[in-house]
């Protein structure tokens, strides 16, 4: 059962939120936030997809007007499975299953079998409990076991090939629920858009995806970095390709999500040119891609702006504390820079409870490098209390989209160090346009996991109080001609009407 938090029966836009807006702060939560707040005369719905009901704390936002309908769904909850009881599959329905699951395995598959567009295939004719319990599942996952990784453990195949297939039967009993809405959008692929893809092939209603980060490319780098992969007791005496069968069944498996959802969605927008390319080479059609960059509502920043009048010997690095975000880096330049500028601060302003162990080891590591007074983990922080203070923003990460809080920095007059990801070199050094290269550096773009070199660019900007200017300058111009809120709403006002326009021609044909 969902948690309904509010109820409509007038949505024009349906947003699926995974794991986002609006029980976690920052990064996509804040532009879903931006998005609703910004076109007040829409109707918006939530959707949300999480893990487990108890992953989850209290809502963190103030919930707007305009936001009218608000519901929650968690997909690897225990009392979402059905009750074990014994059944059976036919040999038709066999067959169904046998086609999906190497259509899902089979990352160079583009050709999309219809029914497993239908939702009636998954609700009525190959269910949830015939998957789970049913003799011939059983027989389905042994075979393919023996024929595929004999030499894994089955206890590690057989359940992950049950974690990979369950959630398929729990978004499709969630698709025939969800009613009252217009148009759909989902700002990921992955399970947000696999339902938002059912919808639209269900009703045939316009379907809108925005991709921050690329979701497959994400969860590739998770999974590489996986600890539950491996079982830690008997690691040592199991191949290694035992353990990258594993992670390879995972790995396609969002790659299906993922062409699954491009062949439904249209437009399907990205934030800048490199993960439009990203895109098409996992599937989408180029005719239907689309880039809109995010934007910052510059009045937010102009006290910031205008107060500062000296660099401020601090650090920040505003994100979560994962490994993604490599924040293991930062602290050992942070080492670096400490054995020149005795007073520097760095911050680590993020929550903590999506990976507690690598959180903990971030905090041992500060400890073993004499850094405590130094680094500081601040949690969750408003961004312009943690803007006001800080000399440079900074990003460590190892995969990105395109930040928020680059851009948010510029917009307080804060030059940027961070890694070659994303679209943060064209944050940085322009590449919009030749303009936009002519404005000049905004900061400095180092390599992935380098502390020396970040500790260097860091060092070059803090002591050059000339350079400075410089880059806080550029800063400031690329924000007011390229990424404010202003371009950004009007950009999905314009999306969202053309949608409207089609969801009238549905109902009228």
């Known amino acids: 059962m969902g948690l309904y938090i509010k109820k409509s029966d007038n949505i024009d836009v349906l947003i699926i939120a995974e794991g986002t807006f609006p029980y976690i702060k920052g990064g996509v939560s804040t532009w879903i936030y931006q998005l609703i707040t910004g076109i007040p005369d829409i109707n918006f719905g939530v959707v949300f997809l999480g893990s487990r009901r108890e ?24 009392v979402e499975k059905p009750q074990i009881e014994e059944t059976k599959i036919s040999d038709e329905d066999l067959m169904y299953i046998n086609e999906l699951h190497h259509w899902f395995k089979s990352s160079k598959r583009f050709y999309l079998p219809e029914y497993i567009k239908n939702l009636d295939f998954y609700n009525n004719k190959v269910t949830l409990d015939k998957f789970l319990y049913s003799s011939e599942a059983w027989e389905f996952i042994l075979e393919n076991y023996n024929k595929n990784s004999p030499d894994q453990s089955f206890i590690d195949y057989f359940w992950t090939v049950r974690n990979i297939h369950i959630p398929i039967w729990v978004v499709a009993k969630l698709a025939k629920q969800i009613e009252n809405y217009k148009i759909i959008h989902s700002p990921s692929t992955g399970y947000a858009g696999f339902l938002g893809a059912l919808l639209h092939f269900d009703t045939g209603k316009p379907f809108i995806l925005t991709e921050h980060g690329i979701y497959t490319r994400e969860r590739k780098i998770d999974l590489l970095n996986a600890d539950w992969i491996e079982d830690r007791r008997t690691i040592i005496q199991r191949e290694i390709g035992e353990v990258e069968y594993v992670r390879t069944m995972w790995v396609s498996f969002f790659e299906g999500l993922g062409r699954f959802t491009y062949s439904a969605a249209d437009p399907i927008i990205s934030l800048f040119d490199k993960a439009r390319d990203i895109q098409i080479s996992y599937g989408a059609p180029p005719e239907k891609t689309k880039i809109i960059p995010n934007g910052v509502d510059l009045k937010r920043f102009e006290k910031i702006l205008n107060k500062k009048d000296k660099i401020p010997p601090v650090i920040s690095l505003i994100g979560r504390v994962v490994p ?103 944050l940085i050094y322009g590449g919009i346009d030749e303009e936009d290269i002519n404005i000049g550096k905004a900061g400095e773009v180092v390599p992935i996991a380098n502390p020396t070199a970040l500790a260097e660019a860091y060092l070059k900007i803090l002591t050059d109080r000339d350079l400075y200017r410089k880059y806080k300058s550029s800063a400031i111009e690329r924000v007011k001609k390229y990424y404010t809120i202003e371009n950004f709403i009007e950009s999905y006002r314009g999306i969202y009407k053309e949608a409207l326009s089609k969801w009238q021609e549905l109902v009228l044909s």
């Open 55 to 78: 992953d989850y704390d209290e809502i963190k936002y103030d919930l707007p007007k305009n936001l009218v309908h608000l519901e929650a769904h968690f997909l690897f909850d225990e």
């Open 324 to 426: 993604i975000k490599d924040i293991k880096t930062f602290i050992k330049a942070i080492r670096v820079v400490a054995n020149h500028i005795e007073n520097i601060q760095g911050w680590i302003v993020g929550p903590e409870d999506e990976d507690p162990d690598y959180a903990r080891e971030c905090r041992f590591l500060v400890e073993t490098l004499n850094l405590e007074e130094n680094i500081k983990f601040l949690g969750f922080k408003e961004v312009e209390d943690v803007l006001s203070e800080t000399g440079i923003v900074t990003l460590t990460s190892i995969s990105e989209g395109m930040p928020l809080v680059i851009i948010e920095g510029f917009a307080a007059g804060i030059p940027a160090v961070t890694t070659d990801v994303g679209s943060c070199r064209q």
